[in-house]
């Protein structure tokens, strides 16, 4: 018997990468770089943000790096959190989980703010 169920967010609930691209485009482009296709952007989805510039960009400048996270999160609180779509039968599967008792929660690297708001605008923050 599960005491409590624990998902990840982002490629678990939802397919975060149209949002995550986007605002990492907003970011280069903020700073003269060039934008990337969402391709280069998957494989660092997960891992921190600083991470993700760090590969993409391949500058370890931490002021740069800052300032390339500070761009992304601008965007991605105004638009990009509500660009990512839910995964076909996550919302069934969920429902069907939680109408067995087992405690259901959320696993995310994701700022919670963040999470809260993804899973708020999906209606499956409770």
Do not use: W
Not at 32 to 60: C, E, K, N, Q, Y
Not at 67 to 86: K, W
Request: hydrophobic share 40%; glycine share 6%.
């Amino acid at each position: 018997m599960h005491t409590t169920i624990v998902f990840d967010l982002d490629g678990t609930i939802s397919d975060p990468i149209v949002g995550i691209s986007r605002s990492i485009n907003h970011a280069l482009e903020r700073f003269g770089d060039a934008p990337v296709d969402p391709s280069v952007v998957r494989p660092h989805i997960g891992p921190p943000l600083d991470d993700a510039f760090r590969a993409i960009t391949g500058t370890d400048d931490p002021v740069r790096i800052a300032a390339y996270v500070a761009a992304y999160r601008e965007r991605y609180a105004d638009l990009g959190y509500a660009e990512s779509t839910l995964y076909p039968g996550v919302r069934d599967a969920l429902t069907a989980l939680a109408a067995s008792a087992v405690p259901l929660a959320v696993c995310t690297s994701k700022r919670v703010d963040f999470a809260e708001r993804i899973l708020e605008m999906y209606g499956l923050r409770s």
